[in-house]
């Protein structure tokens, strides 16, 4: 399999094909940041944050740099003022759901994102996916999911399957970037009172 030749902010780099755009970054010690993407999952591309600028014969256009695919001859911007103004943008979005995760805030900082410029809808959940993925896709139990759609959408627990297989494991919850996750495991196991989940 021949190695792909691309540029990224201005260096030659040598990827293999099947990899992303942000695995050929990573790869050279060029940072991107991302709240979705796991290592033990599917790239997902939900949380936008790792959006770049992608240039091909002359046409340029923003991607999500986890799901793009290398290619050769690709040219890539992953800091310009543009880029960073879109990433503050989603960033000030972000915290307007979640506005005291330290890892949003970290990462609103670094962008001068302002936590204040929309008003907030207190959710806690940014809809990254990772809880949904991680029990999917790697415990394959399938005990919490996606509930409703589009702004009215948030994480749940089905509590009979929460109850059996969640207290012994919680691996998901060092995950969840904001407190979303660990706030609707506590309201699921108050909701399946009188039967209460196990205690470790």
Not at 61 to 84: F, G, N
Not at 127 to 146: S, T
Not at 164 to 187: G, H, I, R
């Amino acid at each position: 399999m021949s190695p792909i030749l691309l540029k990224i902010d201005g260096a030659k780099v040598q990827a293999q094909e099947g990899m992303s755009v942000w695995e050929a970054a990573a790869s050279v010690g060029i940072a991107i940041p991302s709240l979705c993407l796991h290592g033990q999952l599917e790239p997902y591309g939900a949380c936008r944050v790792c959006m770049v600028e992608v240039e091909v014969k002359g046409w340029t256009r923003l991607v999500a740099s986890c799901c793009y695919p290398v290619e050769p001859d690709l040219v890539v911007r992953t800091r310009s003022t543009k880029i960073d103004k879109i990433r503050k943008t989603i960033l000030e979005l972000l915290l307007a759901h979640a506005p005291d995760s330290p890892q949003l805030k970290a990462m609103g900082q670094e962008y001068g994102a302002n936590p204040n410029r929309f008003e907030k809808e207190a959710s806690f959940c940014v809809h990254c996916g990772l809880c949904v993925r991680y029990c999917a896709e790697v415990k394959k139990l399938n005990v919490v999911g996606f509930v409703d759609r589009g702004t009215r959408r948030e994480i749940g627990f089905i509590p009979e399957l929460a109850a059996k297989e969640c207290w012994n494991c919680k691996e998901c919850f060092p995950l969840c970037p904001t407190s979303a996750l660990q706030a609707a495991y506590v309201l699921t196991e108050a909701l399946y009172a009188p039967h209460p989940f196990p205690k470790s």
